[in-house]
């Protein structure tokens, strides 16, 4: 078996309204999907992560500097791309673009993989740990037309109606300034109730003091994770805040490949580490990373945002995942669900995975797919549709 083409096909519609995070406001959703075709017939589908126009700048390091140098090579040896591709790229691109490029097309190489061996990516990986993951949803963005104490009330409600889709935690983001936004934090657990899990995601935004006033209030709310409170360079902001704060400090979705997690995890500042598999390098890395991760037991909970492909792709890893430490009532990890507006992940497939219906028929769980590779297959005349012109 050959690989023949390498297409990236970049989907973008308008979105329904203005929504933002602390770096910026975006009306426009975006998709980056890599189809790799064989000599054979057999097709795979992946995911590069990046918005707009990186994902037309990450086309085309996909098709002018990846297909040609593995055009020809036989997509089951995907160790043997990975290296080649990473170690032509290293001088150019270790981390960044390059490395979510490369993301998409090893994951289009494991649904091949699959696909020949008639086994979702869980059983190539060695089986599934679990047949279903809890699911948190993600909601309660920035708006530009609204002020603190309007933004404020509607998180409270947009809190609520998660906790009531389903969902067994949900997470906000944050991105005003300290005070405004530990005001914003107050509301999401007015909203849900004592009792309900809620996350905090601030996208890097604050200085070390600041993270420090707002995750001395998320203590006090009981909130159970601060995702990305400081920029992913500052190392030593995240170990102090994790000594110093009891609320649990996550991140790690902007570090790319082995040696930068490695760096991370030696460093002890994270207490939860959430690898996006569609930008740090694919499955193939994803997997030596979550292997760093639990050698450094420290728990995964994968960062998780795009289309169906990457929503299929992480459930194959979540599934896969095996239970750390262990014992009778392990740790879980779950799967994070976007709610606001996405037509890449609701409609993109020809059977779609309709996890807002599933979380309210099962108990707030997703069950993992099991057809062979991802265990899904995107609708060609969708992407047609969406598709941006090159």
């Not at 054979?40 to 589908?45: H, I, K, N, P």
């Not at 983001?173 to 909203?191: I, S, Y």
Request: aromatic share 8%; with cysteine; hydrophobic share 40%.
């Amino acid at each position: 078996m050959k690989i023949t083409k390498i297409t990236s096909h970049v989907l973008q519609y308008d979105m329904p309204e203005t929504l933002g995070y602390s770096q910026q406001y975006y009306n426009k959703r975006t998709a980056h999907l890599v189809e790799v075709t064989t000599d054979e017939g057999v097709t795979g589908w992946g995911e590069c992560f990046g918005p707009g126009a990186i994902a037309l700048a990450n086309k085309g390091i996909v098709e002018g500097v990846i297909a040609p140098m593995i055009l020809g090579m036989d997509p089951m040896d995907r160790d043997v791309i990975w290296h080649k591709v990473y170690n032509l790229m290293r001088d150019h691109g270790q981390k960044g673009m390059p490395m979510q490029s490369l993301s998409g097309v090893d994951i289009a190489l494991w649904d091949i993989a699959g696909k020949v061996a008639n086994l979702p990516i869980h059983k190539l990986i060695g089986g599934a740990h679990r047949t279903s993951v809890p699911a948190y949803g993600y909601g309660m963005m920035l708006r530009p037309d609204m002020d603190a104490t309007s933004m404020a009330a509607l998180f409270k409600d947009e809190a609520a109606a998660i906790r009531d889709m389903g969902f067994l935690a949900t997470k906000m983001k944050t991105g005003l300034g300290p005070k405004p936004d530990v005001a914003l934090c107050q509301a999401v657990r007015d909203g849900v109730g004592a009792d309900f899990k809620f996350m905090v995601d601030a996208n890097h935004c604050y200085t070390t003091s600041d993270a420090f006033y707002v995750g001395r209030a998320l203590d006090e709310l009981e909130a159970y994770w601060f995702e990305e409170p400081v920029a992913p360079e500052d190392h030593d902001g995240y170990r102090e805040l994790r000594a110093g704060l009891r609320t649990n400090i996550s991140g790690g979705e902007a570090e790319f490949g082995r040696w930068g997690w490695r760096a991370i995890l030696e460093n002890r500042g994270l207490d939860i580490a959430q690898p996006e598999v569609c930008a740090l390098g694919g499955i193939s890395e994803y997997l030596r990373v979550l292997a760093l991760c639990h050698a450094h037991f420290t728990p995964v909970i994968n960062h998780v945002w795009g289309s169906a492909i990457a929503v299929a792709t992480n459930l194959q890893l979540l599934a896969a995942m095996p239970p750390m430490p262990g014992g009778l009532h392990p740790w879980e990890p779950m799967l994070e669900f976007d709610t606001t507006d996405n037509k890449f992940r609701d409609n993109l497939l020809t059977e779609p995975l309709d996890i807002q219906g599933q979380v309210k028929a099962n108990g707030g769980r997703v069950a993992i797919p099991q057809g062979a590779g991802l265990g899904v297959e995107p609708d060609r005349a969708f992407i047609e549709h969406y598709a941006v012109a090159a």
